[in-house]
């Protein structure tokens, strides 16, 4: 079943819960998806990797404002947006721990023999692209900081 038909079946069930806040985040998954289909670039549909990273912008967009919110004292405001992003990280693959990101971190250390500071961005872009919509860039950088300082 592809991202579209899972969240067509659960904008279906959501309507019929009258949820709105649910509602609300798989109509965003869906324009987001449309758009990016109608992209002349897509004309095959999108491919797994592009849907997480959809998936995972639509997330960091809602924990953004939500911290934004927060920072403003605006409680009422941040909660939608949090209870948004929670629905939507449905659709993504299980996020690992830090613990997991620091063993791989620690393999592609030792892998591309990086020491210190200077050699964080070819272990980023080296984990990122093992770790593809399995964990979010700010914490695979703070790991990776942690582990090269």
Same mark, same amino acid.
């Given at each position: 079943?592809?991202?579209?038909?899972?969240?067509?079946?659960?904008?279906?069930?959501?309507?019929?819960?009258?949820?709105?806040?649910?509602?609300?985040?798989?109509? %965003?998954?869906?324009?987001?998806?449309?758009? =990016?289909?109608?992209?002349?670039?897509?004309?095959?549909? @999108? /491919? #797994? $990797? !592009?849907?997480?990273?959809?998936?995972?912008?639509?997330?960091?967009?809602?924990?953004?404002?939500?911290?934004?919110?927060?920072?403003?004292?605006?409680?009422?405001? %941040?909660?939608?947006?949090?209870?948004?992003? =929670?629905?939507?990280?449905?659709?993504?693959?299980?996020? @690992? /721990? #830090? $613990? !997991?990101?620091?063993?791989?971190?620690?393999?592609?250390?030792?892998?591309?023999?990086?020491?210190?500071?200077?050699?964080?961005?070819?272990?980023?872009?080296?984990?990122?692209?093992?770790?593809?919509?399995?964990?979010?860039?700010?914490?695979?950088?703070?790991?990776?900081?942690?582990?090269?300082?």
């Amino acid at each position: 079943m592809s991202l579209q038909d899972k969240v067509m079946a659960e904008m279906k069930t959501a309507m019929k819960a009258k949820d709105t806040a649910a509602l609300t985040a798989l109509r %965003a998954v869906k324009s987001e998806l449309l758009l =990016a289909q109608t992209n002349a670039a897509t004309k095959d549909g @999108l /491919s #797994e $990797e !592009e849907e997480i990273k959809l998936l995972q912008k639509l997330v960091k967009q809602r924990k953004d404002s939500a911290a934004i919110y927060v920072e403003q004292g605006r409680e009422d405001l %941040a909660s939608p947006e949090l209870a948004e992003a =929670a629905i939507i990280e449905k659709f993504l693959p299980a996020q @690992l /721990s #830090e $613990e !997991e990101i620091a063993v791989v971190v620690e393999q592609v250390i030792a892998k591309t023999g990086a020491e210190g500071m200077k050699d964080m961005g070819k272990v980023m872009g080296m984990v990122s692209k093992e770790l593809a919509g399995q964990a979010d860039g700010k914490t695979i950088s703070t790991v990776v900081k942690s582990k090269l300082s």
